[in-house]
């Protein structure tokens, strides 16, 4: 399937990743909507020139079944007229975290523009953490998060702080579940949750072969 001339720029152009912290004003902000049509249902992209805001998925998708490399696609269906770059990246990671996984390693994580992360909190500190520490295809539980954040008892602040997580999948609040092996929560539903766990479960598999 043909991919948008600025998706494939993102994929020939070596770029570093790292995280962004951006502090400008939100008083800079003019909000543009984003939507991603992907394998769960509608994925809505709220961002500015400065960074992304929010991710939201779709509450009522039904995710694909049947997971295979020719089912799996992600495209752009609604987009801003002038795209900025933190749409375009955050657009190009979702796509290659659906399509090519391996991508994602090489590609930017977009910069956020959140209040959440402006300021100094246990949440933030969780958040980052999450995004840092626990890779593609890998789980922990909300405990474990707790102590890789450095409160070994603050599980059930865990458990807010994915709450909180506005850019879900790309802060990869999926991968944090129950210490009894249990799914948990998760925004849009906890099918969604599973139908993550398994894609990346599935492309991990295939990437060891």
């Known amino acids: 399937m043909l991919k948008p001339l600025w998706f494939l720029q993102y994929y ?15 008083d800079q902000c003019k909000k543009m909507c984003m939507v991603l049509s992907s394998p769960l249902g509608r994925i809505e992209i709220l961002g500015c020139k400065v960074g992304v805001h929010e991710i939201h998925l779709q509450e009522d998708a039904v995710p694909l079944s049947g997971i295979t490399e020719t089912s799996v696609c992600c495209e752009v269906v609604k987009a801003p007229e002038e795209m900025t770059e933190p749409l375009k990246q955050c657009a190009a990671w979702l796509q290659a975290y659906f399509c090519e996984p391996w991508m994602t390693e090489k590609l930017p994580i977009p910069p956020f523009h959140h209040p959440l992360f402006k300021q100094a909190s246990f949440t933030r500190e969780v958040l980052w953490t999450l995004l840092r520490d626990v890779k593609f295809g890998e789980a922990v539980s909300y405990k474990q998060l707790a102590d890789l954040a450095g409160n070994s008892k603050a599980a059930r602040a865990v458990g807010g702080a994915m709450r909180r997580n506005p850019v879900p999948i790309i802060i990869p609040c999926h991968r944090v579940i129950c210490s009894g092996g249990q799914t948990g929560n998760y925004t849009g539903g906890s099918h969604l949750k599973e139908w993550l766990l398994s894609h990346e479960k599935l492309q991990k598999e295939k990437l060891a072969y």
């Open 12 to 26: 020939l152009s070596p770029r570093p990743v790292h995280l962004h912290l951006l502090l400008p004003s939100e």
